[in-house]
């Protein structure tokens, strides 16, 4: 089986880092991808617009925290995982997120058009067991 999915988007906030008990670093924020197309029923032009969580481990969480923030062009691969919890009410409740595996920093002025694929891995790309580690967040 193959579990990998490969964005471009803009970040929506800023990262939000925080460390586990046992110090690993886990950064959390939002990317936003759009997807024009013409309508064709009207003709008119439109865009989707695309709101993912997205979630990076180690090393590469704290890289993200010190030279991210909400606006920022972001290349990112990783592996989409579903999140499910019973909520306050007691309604089941569920949600996908991106663990992000490889990540590329471009410049604000990059044009999304013209983007290579990340070149290198970050050095600790095995995040841990969520559900074991009990983020708080």
Aim: hydrophobic share 35%.
């Amino acid at each position: 089986m193959f579990n990998e999915i490969t964005i471009l988007g803009r970040l929506t906030k800023n990262i939000e880092l925080k460390y586990t008990q046992n110090g690993l670093a886990v950064a959390k924020s939002n990317v936003v991808t759009s997807y024009k197309f013409k309508d064709k029923i009207t003709g008119e032009q439109k865009e989707e617009n695309m709101f993912i969580d997205i979630t990076i481990f180690g090393r590469s969480a704290e890289i993200a925290n010190q030279y991210l923030k909400k606006g920022d062009l972001v290349f990112l691969v990783g592996r989409l995982i579903l999140n499910q919890w019973v909520g306050s009410d007691g309604n089941k409740r569920q949600k996908h997120e991106v663990i992000v595996e490889k990540i590329q920093l471009l410049p604000r002025s990059a044009n999304p058009n013209q983007v290579s694929q990340p070149q290198s891995q970050p050095e600790n790309s095995t995040p841990p067991n969520i559900e074991d580690e009990k983020i708080p967040f």
